[in-house]
C-alpha cells in the first residue's frame, strides 16, 4: 500500500514537474496520433461523403465493410503494417518500421474507417435535406461532396475528436510496428505497458494519468461540441 | 440589370409534354401537358396529393418523370442551364453560413465571377429587405426571413424561370406579403413564375393564369380571370367557391 501511495506521489512530481522522459513520449504520443488523424481525415473525409451522396452497384456492400472496419483489431492491423513494412515485406525498401512514421501509418489504417463510416452518416443525413436544393443550383457530385462536407463541419470535427482518441488510446499496432524503442517510437500506451511490467510504476502511472485525462478531454469536447450543435439545430 | 434588352433564352419555354409518374404502385401524375412560355404568374392549384410537387419537381429537372418529357428550351434540362430556372421550397433549405453568403454561394454555383458576387448579393438582399441580417447566421432567421432569403438567393442569379412549391405555406401575413412582393418584382422584370399554392387570395392577388390540377391531371389550365369568374370544372368550381374539394 506504502509502495503504491510512494507511486502516486512521484507520478504528480513527474507531471507537475514536466518531466523530461515524460514530456519526451507524451509529445511523440500527440505527434503520430495527430499525424495518423490528419492522414486518415484527408482520406475518410472525401470516401465517406462519396459514398453518402454517390449511388453505385454494390454501395451497400461498401457500406457494410466500411461499418465492419471501424471495428478493426489493432494487432492485426499492426501485424498488416509490419509485414508490409518489414524488410521483405513490399515496402521493406522504404525502411519505414519502427520509426514514428511505421506507427502513423498503423493508426491512420485503424482511424481511417472510423472516420469515413462516421462522415458517411453525417453527411447522408444531410444529402436528404440538401439533394434538391443543391441540384437546382447546378451542382454535381463534386460540388455537392465539397457542399456537405462544409455543411457537417461541426459534427465532422467530433468525428475526428473520436479518431484521435481511439488512436492515441491505441496500444497494439503501435507496439509492434514501431518497436516501444526508447527516445524513438515509445509512446504513452506502450511505455505505459513496459513500466508497469518493469514494476517502474510511478512513470506508468504518471503517463497513465495524462492519457486518461486527454482521453476524457477529448471526448468531453465532442459531446460539448454535440450538444451545442444541436441547439443551434433546434434553433 | 433590369434591362428588357432580349437574351437568347436558355430555359424558356419549359414544357412538360405527357408526363406520368408513379410511385409505389399509385400513378401520382397522369398524361400532364403543362408549360410555362412567357413573363407572368401561373398559379398551380388543387388538392393535396394531385401532383403539384412532383409537378414542379419534373418541370425543374429533379424528378425523371417515368414517360413523356420535359424540355427547357426544346432540350432536356442539364446542369449547365440549371441557375435559369430558380426554385424554392415550401421549407426554406439553408445553408449553414451567413445569409450573404447563401446568396453568394448561388451566384457562385451560377458563374457569376468571383468579384461580382459580394455586390450583386448585396443588392439581392436588399431587394429583399435582408440587408441587415447579411452577416447573421441564415439559421438565426425566423422562417419567414429564411424564406424570403431562399427567394432573394433564387434571384440573385436572375433565372428566366422561378418555380416556387407553396412558398408562403408557413408563414403570417406580414411575411407572405414580403414574399409576394418579390415574386410581383420578378415578374415585372420579365421572369416566368410558377407558383404552386393553396392560397386562394394569393392566387387572386397574383395570378395571370390558373392551372387546376386534381388527380394527377389537369382539370384547368385558364387565364386568372375566366378561372375566378367562370371555373370549367365542377372541383375547380368547388374549389374557388371555397368549398372542400375532395
Redesign the interface.
Known sequence: MHELSAAFGEAFRLISTMDGDLMEIVLLSLRVSLMAVAVAALIGLPLGAAVAVVRFPGRGVVIAVMNALMGLPPVVVGLAVYLLLSRAGPLGDWGLLYTPNAMVIAQAVLVTPIIAALTRQTVEDLHGAYDEQLRAFGIGRRGMIATLLWEARVSLVTVMLAGFGRAVAEVGAVIMVGGNINHVTRVMTTAIALETSKGALDLALGLGIVLLVIVLGVNGLASLMKATTMVRADA | MASAAPRSSLALPIRGEALALRRGGRLLVDDLNLSLEKPGITTLMGPNGAGKSLTV?ML???VEPDSGQVTWAGRAPD?????S???V?HRP?M??RSALDNVR??LK??GVPRGERRERAMAALARGRLEHVAASPA??LSGGEQQRLALVRALAVEPEALLLDEPTANLDPASTLAIEELVSQAQARGTAVLLVTHDLGQARRLADRVVFLNAGGLSEDTPAVTFFDQPRTPQAQAFVEGRLVL
Do not use: E, I, K, N
Request: hydrophobic share 60%.
Open positions: 419537381r425543374a429537372g429533379l446542369r449547365a442551364r440549371a441557375s430556372v430558380g426554385l421550397f433549405v445553408l449553414r454561394y448561388g454555383a451560377a439559421w438565426v
